[in-house]
């Protein structure tokens, strides 16, 4: 294969790595209703509280849950939130009265849906105790509480069952999280759940990861994403749970180390968390954005609910001096360009190495000719000769093909950090861009990436020798015009400064060996 067949293959399997990796999803798998287990973890899921396989099939309607869903018993509010209990003590909505994360019609976000399992719900063992629990609402000692900045207020729920009385004393905080104490009167078996995951952002952007995480102290990150649970999983050990999407997540933590968290699928293959419980039982938990800040200032764990994917061992250093900038410059768009200078200053001794190869490789191009025309009868004495070329000039073949293999794995990164980073989400740049984590809506940082990438490629060096490869290659700024039209604008404003500064590294490599050969011509006219 020739130095140019290399490169166009390099480029194409970065391309098809993309397009793969982005718009395909494991398809999901149907439940299997013959297996005892999945029919009980199909009603944990799709029902306010399980119940034996006995349970008429009029208690799993939609309509039996919408009645319970819309009993609520108290209301907590604060500066960004409202939170609301309803009658099975379980959280039944929260609602986010930030502008930045209103609906496309303008509403405010809500993060608990409607028909789904909730924070806080109890199941017990005992099916007929979970009969009678589902008929017996919790009563209130406050209806409604308003938090101001740095307070914390205490909520207690009781529930009173015939041989049995049910406490949770919950304290709610302005920054969104809680903590929860939850008695039994006397001891049964019984669980709390962790509640389906938020769904803020009605469409997910591709490769945004969503689902479930377990966090263990062993600092072992599990991540479960939606349609990807298979069976039972459990879990020991573990300092924090989530449900998570885009930008926002539920989350329990400070749990005891011998906890027993469980994890199983509902009818989607999605994961559904909750944990064995003690008659005691104390916990945390938070229900809101995954801002950086905030959970920090809560308990620096809550932190690792900001994953990454593959890309979290590069994402995460990257964040955090992304993060430092925006502490300089005031504004994500700017620190966005300055991250971008930085990583091409670290990488400019390879990529510099990169485009200086590719120089010497146009330099001796038609002597690499005169070798082939000569020895074509004799491939072996060809390529014996070709790679004494190499080794007289200091070429290499694939030297070329350096810079952009370099920038694949940190395009990826960055990406991540672009995509998950809830920081970015509303966050203006200047001008059009109101908001780095959306696409660009008048397609002007797309179109100006692709033409800065279509100048890069005139002035790169190329010694292709198939005009169809040539061809080809021509068309990737298009091609990648068009990926990035629906790309969140902070991402496409990275590519579009790195090509900036690949075109000025690209000009001083091309000027150096302008003056060279000026030099040796000068020289040789003496």
């Known amino acids: 294969m020739s130095p140019n067949q290399r490169l166009m293959v390099a480029v194409g399997l970065s391309i098809l790595f993309f397009v793969v990796y982005t718009a395909i999803f494991p398809p999901k798998e149907k439940l299997d209703t013959q297996n005892p287990n999945n029919i009980v973890a199909l009603k944990d899921a799709k029902k306010i509280e399980p119940t034996s396989t006995t349970t008429s099939s009029t208690d799993n309607t939609p309509s039996s849950v919408a009645k ?248 995460k250093p990257l964040f955090a001096v992304l993060a430092y900038l925006h502490g300089i410059f005031g504004n994500w768009g700017w620190s966005i360009i300055a991250l971008t200078i930085l990583i091409r200053l670290i990488l400019y001794p390879l990529t510099y190495k990169g485009m200086v190869s590719m120089q010497k490789m146009k330099a001796i191009a038609p002597k690499i000719k005169e070798i082939q025309a000569k020895y074509k009868s004799d491939p072996q004495r060809m390529n014996a000769a070709v790679m004494e070329m190499y080794k007289k000039h200091g070429a290499n073949p694939l030297g070329g093909c350096l810079p952009m293999l370099l920038q694949i794995p940190v395009f990826f990164a960055i990406y991540r950090v672009l995509l998950n980073a809830e920081e970015l989400q509303g966050a203006p740049w200047i001008l059009w861009i109101n908001d780095l984590s959306r696409m660009d809506p008048y397609f002007v940082l797309p179109i100006l990436m692709g033409a800065s990438m279509y100048f890069q490629q005139r002035m790169t060096p190329n010694n292709f020798t198939d005009p169809l490869q040539a061809k080809v290659f021509k068309f990737l700024p298009i091609i990648f015009t068009f990926f990035f039209m629906t790309f969140p604008s902070g991402l496409v404003l990275y590519w579009f400064v790195n090509n900036l500064f690949s075109m000025l590294q690209q000009f001083i490599v091309n000027q150096q060996f302008k003056n060279k050969e000026d030099l040796e011509k000068a020289i040789k006219n003496k």
């Open 68 to 315: 319970t869903a819309s009993n609520d018993i108290v209301t907590v509010k604060a500066d960004d939130f409202i939170l609301t209990i309803d009658t099975l003590g379980r959280i039944a909505s929260k609602e986010l009265l930030q502008e930045k994360y209103n609906t496309k019609d303008n509403k405010h976000a809500q993060m608990i849906q409607k028909f789904a399992t909730k924070p806080l719900f109890i199941r017990f063992m005992d099916e007929d105790l979970n009969k009678e629990a589902k008929r017996t609402p919790y009563t209130a000692n406050v209806t409604t509480i308003t938090l101001t900045k740095g307070e914390a207020k205490k909520v207690t729920l009781t529930q009173k069952l015939s041989k049995l009385t049910v406490t949770k004393e919950l304290t709610f905080y302005d920054d969104g999280h809680y903590d929860a104490t939850v008695k039994l009167s006397k001891e049964k078996r019984y669980f709390i759940y962790l509640g389906e995951r938020p769904k803020v952002n009605k469409k997910e952007q591709m490769m945004a990861a969503v689902g479930a995480l377990i966090y263990s102290d062993d600092n072992v990150l599990t991540i479960i994403q939606d349609g990807d649970m298979e069976g039972r999983k459990t879990f020991t050990g573990v300092q924090l749970i989530a449900s998570f999407d885009q930008y926002t997540a539920s989350i329990m933590y400070g749990f005891k180390k011998d906890t027993t968290i469980l994890v199983e699928r509902d009818a989607d293959n999605n994961p559904l968390v909750y944990f064995d419980a003690l008659p005691t039982m104390s916990f945390h938990g938070y229900i809101g954005p995954k801002n950086y800040d905030i959970l920090k200032s809560i308990d620096p764990i809550l932190v690792n609910t900001i994953e990454y994917g593959w890309f979290t061992f590069a994402s």
